[in-house]
């Protein structure tokens, strides 16, 4: 590894040793960075890996909310300001036990580069809150949502930052944020937070925005190969908002979608996951706030709570739950079964050694920070929308989508060629949202 990028990667360990997915995203980011640092020493001239890989605020606060029962329960609530060179602080909000700084600093740390792709003007931030919303009743949930926008109304703005939504963090949530917003500011800014009802504010298209852009990233990969995603076999993993409309997109382009997950376990449907059984699934997730278990015994397939759907043969796999849901052993499953493309609807959803056998086997491997830029870019639009106080019709919004995962796509292509790794996604995708945000801290001097 090049000196001043293991000097800065080993300073970041040392000063926060529990921080683990922190330093596999930022390793990961830095080692691609190395052409490009080799390239133009400016960059170590001007300290931008020492300055990029530390957020420019964090805050962390205490949510204190009333149960069903009476009782208060106290969470934490965090948001990681990571970088803002490019445009105000964008990024979602995460409700998951598993919430901590160092999960939020990695995922704010993705989004600078991610939303540096999207060719629109937006930094990159994180937060959230390690409150599990599974089990809570609505109200339970409303209360929460309120108590933690007590605090962050302070920290957010259509100029500032545009929270939206992540794990745990939906339609039901951002109209519990909104309302509280509104109510302590008195303020109709309609542009603090993205991913609202489409009656008050919010985009057609949103909800259905990653899911649908990580299908167009899968066909722009295979179009280099003169391939396309009819009647290919999919897995899928997940079955929340990124996975639904992955598979809905899947299903509409004619592929076959057979398998979904949660956290308890998997589905494996060898006839294909139809629309209408699609529209059970949503039902069972959306309002139900139901298990996927429940789809085996629905449709009469296998359920199982060992392995994963990374076991099942496939063309195309979309890892669509979370970090690390891929490891060595199923990336090198899903090589020895033939798979031609992986694509993350997720955030880092592979390990590093599975994304190394990716890509020693030239597998058209999509990574997060590129393959699911679609929902924070029309988060963006939405913003735009916003700001014009107009809305765009469906096609429009995802006729705008496309052409940004088009570009996203050209952009990793055209760089990875550049960078001498034609092909390689990872190298490309890093370098090109680096390149954007470093030479905006470079024009702007010292502080930015
Ligand atoms: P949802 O909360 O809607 O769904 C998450 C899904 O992943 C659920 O099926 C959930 O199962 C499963 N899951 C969550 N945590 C785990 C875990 N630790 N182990 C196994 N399964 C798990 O979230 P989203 O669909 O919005 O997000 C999914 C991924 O996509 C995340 O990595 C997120 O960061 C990323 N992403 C989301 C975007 C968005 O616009 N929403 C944009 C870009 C990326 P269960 O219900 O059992 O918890
Ligand atoms: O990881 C992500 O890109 C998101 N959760 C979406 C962020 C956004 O601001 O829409």
Redesign the pocket.
């Known amino acids: 590894m090049n000196k001043y990028i293991e000097t800065v990667y080993n300073k970041l360990v040392e000063k926060d040793p529990d921080q683990k997915v922190f330093h596999q995203a930022a390793l990961e980011v830095l080692e691609s960075l190395e052409p490009a640092i080799k390239k133009y020493p400016k960059y170590q001239e001007f300290s931008i890996l020492e300055r990029i890989t530390e957020p420019e605020r964090s805050v962390q606060f205490r949510v204190p909310w009333k149960d069903d029962k009476g009782k208060i329960q106290v969470n934490r609530g965090y948001r990681i300001q990571f970088n803002s060179a490019i445009g105000p602080y964008k990024g979602?909000l995460?409700l998951?036990p598993?919430v901590n700084l160092g999960v939020l600093k990695f995922?704010g740390f993705e989004q600078v580069f991610?939303n540096s792709l999207t060719t629109l003007p937006m930094g990159g931030a994180k937060g959230g809150s390690d409150f599990d919303p599974?089990g809570k009743s609505d109200a339970e949930v409303e209360r929460f949502c309120e108590s933690f926008m007590f605090e962050l109304y302070r920290h957010i703005g259509q100029f500032i930052d545009i929270p939206?939504?992540?794990?745990?963090?939906?339609g039901r949530e951002i109209g519990y944020f909104y309302g509280a917003y509104r109510k302590i500011t008195n303020n109709h800014g309609t542009g603090v937070l993205t991913?609202k009802g489409g009656g008050w504010g919010g985009s057609l298209i949103?909800p259905e925005?990653?899911?649908y852009g990580v299908v167009y990233f899968v066909e722009e990969m295979l179009k280099t190969k003169k391939h396309d995603i009819k009647g290919k076999t999919v897995c899928i993993?997940?079955?929340?908002?990124?996975?639904?409309y992955a598979a809905e997109k899947c299903i509409q382009l004619g592929a076959k979608v057979v398998t979904?997950?949660?956290?308890?376990g998997w589905i494996h449907d060898p006839t294909g996951i139809t629309k209408e059984k699609l529209a059970w699934v949503m039902d069972l997730?959306n309002n139900r706030r139901g298990?996927?278990e429940e789809y085996g015994e629905q449709f009469k397939v296998d359920y199982s709570t060992q392995g994963s759907p990374w076991s099942v043969k496939c063309d195309i796999a979309l890892p669509?739950?979370?970090?690390n849901?891929v490891d060595g052993k199923e990336a090198k499953t899903l090589v020895d079964n033939g798979t031609t493309a992986v694509c993350e609807?997720?955030?880092?959803?592979t390990v590093p050694e599975g994304v190394e056998i990716f890509i020693e086997n030239k597998i058209l491997y999509g990574p997060?920070k590129a393959a699911?830029?679609?929902?924070?870019s029309v988060?963006g639009l939405e913003m735009a929308q916003n700001s014009q106080r107009i809305f765009w019709n469906r096609e429009e919004v995802d006729a705008k989508l496309q052409e940004i995962m088009k570009s996203i796509h050209a952009n990793a292509y055209k760089t990875s060629e550049l960078f001498g790794a034609k092909g390689n996604y990872v190298i490309g995708a890093n370098i090109a949202g680096f390149l954007k945000v470093a030479d905006a801290m470079i024009d702007q001097g010292q502080y930015a």
């Not at 993993?237 to 639904?244: L, Y």
């Not at 609807?345 to 959803?349: D, H």
């Open positions: 979602g995460r998951h598993t995922l991610k599974k939206a939504g992540d794990i745990g963090v939906g991913g949103r925005a990653t899911g993993s997940g079955s929340g908002n990124v996975a639904q979904l997950s949660d956290s308890n997730k298990r996927i669509c739950a979370t970090q849901e609807g997720a955030n880092m959803p997060g699911n830029a679609g929902g924070v988060s």
